[in-house]
């Protein structure tokens, strides 16, 4: 059993296959074949009645070690804890972008911003895309201590081409969204270098 479904499903959470496919880049085919190998070693649970999957204790377990330990065989905790900074300078920008785009002041009332003011959007998008081209400098330290972090720069890169083509829940409101998939990167460095939250 390899690293990859264990800790995607780590990373996102209780999820079902299509989730889980995205976030690993493998077919729904694939990772159903691999949680069925995770269920039969008691490290992931299949909640019938919702059609998803989640991590055991021992599956957290057996995911921290299993990190840990391509972590350090890798020799990349200095390289990933540099790029961890990096990420930290840009998660507050990501989160107020999220909030701008999310509200807006009308005649200096907070309202939720019903998308009818196409320059304000376009200047928000702007900013994002400049967050994104820095983002990707951090996803390219993340991947080059440990490649399977590039799957994150995909994903972002994916979300907010989405964004740009009017699908604007791909921002902040899907699954799959550009703040799901930074939340679940977030988890991600957090797991990998053994941080608490």
Same mark, same amino acid.
């Given at each position: 059993?390899?690293? *990859?479904?264990?800790?995607?499903?780590?990373? /996102?959470?209780?999820?079902?296959?299509?989730?889980?496919?995205?976030?690993?880049?493998?077919?729904?085919?694939?990772?159903?074949?691999?949680?069925?190998?995770?269920?039969?070693?008691?490290?992931? %649970? @299949?909640?019938?009645?919702?059609?998803? !999957?989640?991590?055991?204790?021992?599956?957290?377990?057996?995911?921290?070690?299993?990190? %840990?330990?391509?972590?350090?065989?890798?020799?990349?905790?200095?390289?990933?804890?540099?790029?961890?900074?990096?990420?930290?300078?840009?998660?507050?920008?990501?989160?107020?972008?999220? %909030?701008? !785009? &999310?509200?807006?002041?009308?005649?200096?009332?907070?309202?939720?911003?019903?998308?009818?003011?196409?320059?304000?959007?376009?200047?928000?998008?702007?900013?994002?895309?400049?967050?994104?081209?820095?983002? /990707?400098?951090?996803?390219?330290? *993340?991947?080059?201590?440990?490649?399977?972090?590039?799957?994150?720069?995909?994903?972002? %890169?994916?979300?907010?081409? +989405?964004?740009?083509?009017?699908? !604007?829940?791909?921002?902040?409101?899907?699954?799959?969204?550009?703040?799901?998939? !930074?939340? &679940?990167? @977030?988890?991600? &460095?957090?797991?990998?270098?053994?941080?608490? +939250?």
């Amino acid at each position: 059993m390899n690293l *990859l479904v264990l800790h995607a499903l780590r990373c /996102v959470g209780t999820a079902g296959l299509t989730r889980l496919a995205a976030a690993t880049g493998l077919s729904e085919s694939d990772v159903e074949s691999e949680l069925i190998d995770l269920a039969v070693a008691g490290l992931v %649970t @299949h909640v019938a009645d919702f059609r998803v !999957w989640a991590l055991t204790d021992d599956g957290r377990v057996a995911d921290a070690e299993r990190t %840990t330990a391509e972590l350090e065989s890798a020799g990349a905790r200095p390289a990933m804890a540099t790029a961890y900074d990096g990420f930290l300078v840009l998660n507050p920008e990501l989160l107020d972008l999220c %909030t701008a !785009w &999310q509200l807006r002041s009308v005649d200096g009332v907070v309202v939720t911003n019903d998308h009818s003011d196409r320059s304000y959007d376009d200047r928000v998008l702007g900013r994002f895309a400049d967050l994104h081209r820095r983002a /990707v400098v951090v996803c390219a330290g *993340l991947s080059s201590a440990l490649p399977r972090f590039d799957r994150y720069r995909v994903r972002l %890169t994916e979300a907010l081409g +989405r964004v740009e083509a009017g699908e !604007w829940e791909f921002l902040a409101d899907d699954t799959e969204s550009y703040h799901a998939v !930074w939340a &679940q990167l @977030h988890e991600d &460095q957090l797991a990998t270098l053994g941080i608490p +939250r």
